[in-house]
């Protein structure tokens, strides 16, 4: 018996002392948290790659309806669903599903005191705003579209959400929503009419 409790306690000293050991159980304890930092890092740089691409769909759509030349007459409805399936390209090689975009025209006084939706179109289950109704626009942008208020000007808008889900779904779980929303000035400074034909059809892909 007493041979027994001798070799069971070197067998302890034996392995207190065995730094392997210890090394062995320090990992263990960290492992966890070294694959949430891994995880994590994927699903960041994959959530600030959507956001970044989310913000130049909205400002490719507003730049390609502000080159229009109104002295071409309205803009077909055909070149609207273009640059809107044109912008839609640039999410790939992640779903397109979820993608959601809207451009509107607005108009406003030379005073900057009325400033009005002229026309708006959506695409792919995207809501567009009511023709008439007001617009909020920064005093910046309002002085930009009307020449320090001394004429009547037009702003486009293009605004896009995107339902992103995670890659993983370990970090974060659920679907998060992205916005991004960008104003340009029509390039020839002129009133752009809406679409002929109609907007494009707004059927959710």
């Given at each position: 018996?007493?041979?027994?409790?001798?070799?069971?306690?070197?067998?302890?000293?034996?392995?207190?002392?065995?730094?392997?050991?210890?090394?062995?159980?320090?990992?263990?304890?960290?492992?966890?948290?070294?694959?949430?930092?891994?995880?994590?890092?994927?699903?960041a740089s994959s959530?600030?790659?959507?956001?970044?691409?989310?913000?130049?769909?909205?400002?490719?759509?507003?730049?390609?309806?502000?080159?229009?030349?109104?002295?071409?007459?309205?803009?077909?409805?055909?070149?609207?669903?273009?640059?809107?399936?044109?912008?839609?390209?640039?999410?790939?090689?992640?779903?397109?599903?979820?993608?959601?975009?809207?451009?509107?025209?607005?108009?406003?006084?030379?005073?900057?005191?009325?400033?009005?939706?002229?026309?708006?179109?959506?695409?792919?289950?995207?809501?567009?705003?009511?023709?008439?109704?007001?617009?909020?626009?920064?005093?910046?942008?309002?002085?930009?579209?009307?020449?320090?208020?001394?004429?009547?000007?037009?702003?486009?808008?293009?605004?896009?959400?995107?339902?992103?889900?995670?890659?993983?779904?370990?970090?974060?779980?659920?679907?998060?929503?992205?916005?991004?929303?960008?104003?340009?000035?029509?390039?020839?400074?002129?009133?752009?009419?809406?679409?002929?034909?109609?907007?494009?059809?707004?059927?959710a892909m």
């Open positions: 018996m007493k041979r027994a409790r001798e070799a069971i306690r070197r067998l302890i000293t034996r392995f207190a002392r065995n730094e392997r050991a210890v090394a062995a159980v320090e990992f263990a304890l960290i492992l966890p948290f070294l694959i949430l930092l891994y995880m994590g890092s994927i699903e959530l600030f790659t959507v956001d970044r691409r989310i913000e130049v769909i909205s400002a490719t759509t507003a730049d390609l309806l502000a080159r229009w030349n109104p002295n071409q007459g309205p803009i077909p409805s055909a070149t609207v669903e273009d640059y809107f399936k044109a912008a839609e390209g640039i999410i790939t090689p992640y779903s397109t599903s979820g993608l959601k975009q809207v451009v509107s025209f607005v108009t406003v006084n030379a005073a900057a005191t009325s400033i009005k939706v002229a026309w708006s179109c959506a695409y792919n289950g995207g809501t567009a705003l009511t023709a008439g109704t007001d617009f909020v626009l920064g005093d910046k942008m309002k002085l930009l579209a009307t020449s320090n208020n001394t004429k009547a000007g037009f702003v486009i808008v293009s605004k896009t959400n995107y339902s992103y889900l995670p890659v993983l779904g370990m970090v974060f779980t659920n679907a998060l929503n992205l916005e991004n929303q960008s104003l340009f000035l029509p390039r020839f400074g002129a009133s752009i009419a809406a679409p002929n034909g109609g907007c494009p059809a707004n059927v």
